[in-house]
Protein backbone atom coordinates (compact mmCIF):
# COMPACT_ATOMS: atom_id res chain seq x y z
CA UNK A 1 0.00 0.00 0.00
CA UNK A 2 0.92 3.45 -0.84
CA UNK A 3 0.47 6.43 1.77
CA UNK A 4 -0.54 9.96 0.56
CA UNK A 5 -0.76 12.58 3.70
CA UNK A 6 -3.66 15.08 3.73
CA UNK A 7 -2.43 18.57 4.76
CA UNK A 8 -4.10 20.83 6.07
CA UNK A 9 -3.14 24.47 6.76
CA UNK A 10 -0.53 24.84 9.91
CA UNK A 11 -3.18 26.57 11.68
CA UNK A 12 -5.71 24.09 11.49
CA UNK A 13 -3.99 21.40 12.59
CA UNK A 14 -3.01 23.18 16.08
CA UNK A 15 -7.28 24.35 16.09
CA UNK A 16 -7.90 20.04 16.05
CA UNK A 17 -5.06 19.40 18.17
CA UNK A 18 -6.51 21.70 20.82
CA UNK A 19 -10.12 20.55 20.07
CA UNK A 20 -11.82 18.97 23.47
CA UNK A 21 -12.31 14.89 23.72
CA UNK A 22 -16.14 14.80 22.68
CA UNK A 23 -15.02 17.36 19.72
CA UNK A 24 -12.43 14.28 18.30
CA UNK A 25 -14.74 12.55 17.33
CA UNK A 26 -15.04 13.71 14.64
CA UNK A 27 -12.89 12.40 11.06
CA UNK A 28 -9.34 13.00 10.93
CA UNK A 29 -9.23 14.57 7.41
CA UNK A 30 -5.14 15.17 8.37
CA UNK A 31 -4.60 11.41 8.43
CA UNK A 32 -2.49 10.22 5.76
CA UNK A 33 -4.91 8.23 2.81
CA UNK A 34 -3.70 4.35 2.37
CA UNK A 35 -5.21 2.75 -0.94
CA UNK A 36 -5.16 0.18 -2.98
CA UNK A 37 -6.16 -0.83 -6.20
CA UNK A 38 -5.65 -3.00 -9.45
CA UNK A 39 -4.36 -0.89 -11.55
CA UNK A 40 -2.15 2.32 -11.06
CA UNK A 41 -1.65 5.44 -13.29
CA UNK A 42 0.33 8.39 -12.45
CA UNK A 43 -0.82 11.70 -15.15
CA UNK A 44 1.71 13.78 -13.23
CA UNK A 45 1.32 16.78 -16.00
CA UNK A 46 -2.50 16.45 -14.61
CA UNK A 47 -1.27 16.58 -11.16
CA UNK A 48 -3.82 13.52 -10.79
CA UNK A 49 -3.80 9.77 -9.96
CA UNK A 50 -6.09 7.12 -11.65
CA UNK A 51 -6.74 4.21 -9.66
CA UNK A 52 -8.96 1.51 -11.44
CA UNK A 53 -10.44 -2.34 -10.28
CA UNK A 54 -11.20 -2.91 -6.90
CA UNK A 55 -10.04 0.40 -5.09
CA UNK A 56 -9.93 0.73 -1.55
CA UNK A 57 -8.89 3.95 0.01
CA UNK A 58 -8.60 4.11 4.22
CA UNK A 59 -7.71 7.72 5.70
CA UNK A 60 -8.22 7.69 9.64
CA UNK A 61 -11.47 5.62 10.86
CA UNK A 62 -12.83 6.11 7.35
CA UNK A 63 -12.98 3.57 4.13
CA UNK A 64 -13.70 4.38 0.64
CA UNK A 65 -14.48 1.17 -2.12
CA UNK A 66 -14.81 2.04 -6.00
CA UNK A 67 -14.60 0.73 -9.24
CA UNK A 68 -12.65 3.54 -10.21
CA UNK A 69 -11.27 6.82 -8.16
CA UNK A 70 -9.13 10.19 -9.32
CA UNK A 71 -6.56 11.63 -6.77
CA UNK A 72 -5.93 14.92 -7.39
CA UNK A 73 -2.75 16.97 -5.36
CA UNK A 74 -1.40 20.33 -5.77
CA UNK A 75 1.91 20.93 -7.02
CA UNK A 76 3.09 21.08 -3.39
CA UNK A 77 5.57 18.48 -2.15
CA UNK A 78 5.92 17.82 1.27
CA UNK A 79 7.85 15.12 2.64
CA UNK A 80 8.19 13.83 -0.76
CA UNK A 81 4.19 13.43 -0.86
CA UNK A 82 2.15 15.40 -2.91
CA UNK A 83 -0.75 17.11 -1.02
CA UNK A 84 -4.22 15.73 -2.19
CA UNK A 85 -6.86 18.08 -2.08
CA UNK A 86 -9.91 16.04 -3.72
CA UNK A 87 -11.15 12.31 -4.23
CA UNK A 88 -13.56 11.29 -7.56
CA UNK A 89 -14.84 7.96 -6.98
CA UNK A 90 -17.03 6.18 -9.05
CA UNK A 91 -18.80 2.34 -9.56
CA UNK A 92 -20.67 1.03 -6.96
CA UNK A 93 -19.18 3.56 -4.11
CA UNK A 94 -18.69 2.62 -0.64
CA UNK A 95 -18.02 5.57 2.55
CA UNK A 96 -18.05 3.42 5.89
CA UNK A 97 -17.51 5.13 9.00
CA UNK A 98 -17.44 3.52 12.53
CA UNK A 99 -21.10 4.63 13.11
CA UNK A 100 -22.63 5.00 9.19
CA UNK A 101 -21.83 3.53 5.90
CA UNK A 102 -23.20 4.91 2.32
CA UNK A 103 -23.54 3.90 -0.86
CA UNK A 104 -24.21 5.57 -4.58
CA UNK A 105 -22.90 5.44 -7.88
CA UNK A 106 -20.55 8.31 -7.33
CA UNK A 107 -18.80 10.41 -4.72
CA UNK A 108 -16.82 13.75 -4.35
CA UNK A 109 -14.14 14.39 -1.54
CA UNK A 110 -12.98 17.56 -1.31
CA UNK A 111 -10.45 17.38 1.61
CA UNK A 112 -10.16 20.95 1.85
CA UNK A 113 -13.62 21.63 2.91
CA UNK A 114 -13.64 17.83 4.62
CA UNK A 115 -17.12 17.41 2.71
CA UNK A 116 -17.88 14.11 0.90
CA UNK A 117 -20.89 14.50 -1.67
CA UNK A 118 -22.77 11.48 -3.30
CA UNK A 119 -24.36 10.69 -5.78
CA UNK A 120 -27.12 8.25 -7.83
CA UNK A 121 -29.08 5.56 -5.81
CA UNK A 122 -27.66 6.71 -2.43
CA UNK A 123 -28.16 4.89 0.89
CA UNK A 124 -27.52 6.12 4.34
CA UNK A 125 -27.33 3.36 6.87
CA UNK A 126 -26.71 4.28 10.70
CA UNK A 127 -27.10 1.03 12.79
CA UNK A 128 -31.01 -0.36 11.90
CA UNK A 129 -31.89 3.54 10.00
CA UNK A 130 -32.18 3.42 6.59
CA UNK A 131 -32.64 6.97 4.35
CA UNK A 132 -32.23 7.06 0.45
CA UNK A 133 -31.93 9.84 -1.82
CA UNK A 134 -30.26 11.43 -5.00
CA UNK A 135 -27.46 13.41 -3.47
CA UNK A 136 -25.56 13.18 0.19
CA UNK A 137 -23.19 14.97 1.46
CA UNK A 138 -21.81 14.72 4.48
CA UNK A 139 -19.69 17.23 6.54
CA UNK A 140 -16.87 15.25 8.16
CA UNK A 141 -16.11 18.38 10.96
CA UNK A 142 -19.70 18.37 11.98
CA UNK A 143 -21.14 15.10 11.00
CA UNK A 144 -23.91 16.13 9.71
CA UNK A 145 -25.29 14.40 6.63
CA UNK A 146 -27.94 16.13 4.26
CA UNK A 147 -29.75 13.90 1.69
CA UNK A 148 -31.65 15.70 -0.95
CA UNK A 149 -34.29 13.54 -3.43
CA UNK A 150 -33.67 15.95 -5.96
CA UNK A 151 -33.55 13.38 -9.40
CA UNK A 152 -35.57 12.79 -12.02
CA UNK A 153 -37.72 9.77 -11.95
CA UNK A 154 -37.24 6.94 -10.26
CA UNK A 155 -33.56 5.55 -8.97
CA UNK A 156 -32.87 2.16 -7.86
CA UNK A 157 -31.28 1.45 -4.35
CA UNK A 158 -29.26 -1.05 -3.04
CA UNK A 159 -32.00 -3.47 -1.51
CA UNK A 160 -34.55 -2.67 -4.35
CA UNK A 161 -36.03 0.33 -2.63
CA UNK A 162 -37.42 3.06 -5.07
CA UNK A 163 -36.65 6.73 -4.87
CA UNK A 164 -39.56 8.14 -6.84
CA UNK A 165 -39.97 11.19 -8.02
CA UNK A 166 -37.49 12.97 -6.05
CA UNK A 167 -38.40 11.98 -2.54
CA UNK A 168 -36.32 10.86 0.35
CA UNK A 169 -37.54 7.93 1.84
CA UNK A 170 -36.74 5.78 4.52
CA UNK A 171 -37.22 4.14 8.00
CA UNK A 172 -36.30 4.83 11.32
CA UNK A 173 -36.01 1.88 13.76
CA UNK A 174 -37.88 2.27 17.00
CA UNK A 175 -36.51 0.40 20.17
CA UNK A 176 -38.96 -1.17 22.67
CA UNK A 177 -39.47 1.22 25.17
CA UNK A 178 -39.26 -1.04 28.72
CA UNK A 179 -42.13 0.75 30.92
CA UNK A 180 -44.31 1.72 27.60
CA UNK A 181 -48.41 0.45 28.19
CA UNK A 182 -49.81 -0.36 25.92
CA UNK A 183 -52.41 1.87 24.00
CA UNK A 184 -56.38 0.84 25.12
CA UNK A 185 -57.84 -1.27 23.07
CA UNK A 186 -61.22 0.15 21.58
CA UNK A 187 -64.23 -1.47 20.71
CA UNK A 188 -66.45 -0.50 18.29
CA UNK A 189 -69.85 0.87 19.46
CA UNK A 190 -72.93 -1.42 18.96
CA UNK A 191 -74.92 -0.94 16.17
CA UNK A 192 -78.60 0.26 16.12
Known amino acids: ??????????????????????????????????????????QDRQNRVLLTGNVRITQAQMTLTAARTTVTYTGEITNGSPSVSRLDASGGVTVTRPDQSARGQYAV????????????????????????????????DTGRATIDGSGVGGTATPGGVQSQGGRVTGRFSVPKRANSTPAPATTPAPQQ
Open 1 to 42: MMRIPALLPFGLAIFLSAAPAAAQTRHDSNAPIDFASDHFEL
Open 109 to 140: YDLNRRVITMLGGVTLRQGPNVINGARLSINL
